[in-house]
């Protein structure tokens, strides 16, 4: 597909509650603690255990790095977190990484892992993949787009 000659894609490992947020639209950023050597324009959602599946996909609309104080103050009102989970998550670190949420697509059957990569095992947090791949989701059963 065409569309994927210009993106960069990043399969990344998210826990089902928080995927499910970004799936329905109530959470809009994904915090990281380290900035993307390549910045994605895609993110496939890969759901953890218990669900182990790939549900879907959004487009990065912008990342903002910042230390995390700021980057609750940027974000509380769409984090689709709370703050004792945002302030555990961050203990510690100097900086981190906000990645807005754009275009929301939910897979009408979300895939195994190793359908779409050839593997069982997750990414610890995001792995980059090939623009095939991103082709494969692209024109997989895309249930909906959220704006």
């Known amino acids: 597909m065409a569309l994927c000659q210009?993106?960069?894609?990043?399969?990344?490992?998210?826990h089902p509650e928080y995927a499910n947020k970004i799936l329905n639209g109530?959470?809009?950023?994904?915090?990281?603690k380290w900035m993307f050597s390549n910045v994605?324009?895609?993110v496939?959602?890969?759901?953890t255990?218990?669900?182990?599946?790939?549900?879907?996909?959004?487009?990065?609309?912008?990342?903002?790095?910042s230390d995390p104080v700021s980057l609750?103050?940027?974000y509380k009102e769409v984090a689709g977190i709370k703050r004792s989970a945002f302030n555990d998550y961050f203990r510690g670190a100097e900086r981190g990484i906000a990645i807005?949420?754009?275009?929301?697509?939910?897979?009408?059957?979300?895939?195994?892992?190793e359908e779409l990569i050839g593997?069982?095992?997750?990414?610890?947090?995001?792995?980059?993949?090939?623009f095939d791949l991103c082709s494969k989701m692209i024109t997989s059963n895309l249930a909906s787009a959220y704006l």
């Open 6 to 14: 210009d993106l960069s894609v990043a399969l990344m490992s998210i």
């Open 26 to 32: 109530s959470k809009k950023v994904e915090f990281r």
């Open 40 to 42: 994605p324009s895609i």
């Open 44 to 47: 496939i959602i890969y759901s």
């Open 49 to 65: 255990s218990p669900v182990s599946l790939v549900v879907g996909f959004f487009t990065v609309d912008r990342i903002d790095a």
């Open 72 to 74: 609750w103050g940027m």
């Open 100 to 113: 807005r949420v754009g275009k929301v697509h939910k897979l009408l059957q979300p895939l195994p892992l």
């Open 119 to 130: 593997s069982k095992r997750p990414p610890q947090s995001f792995r980059y993949l090939d």
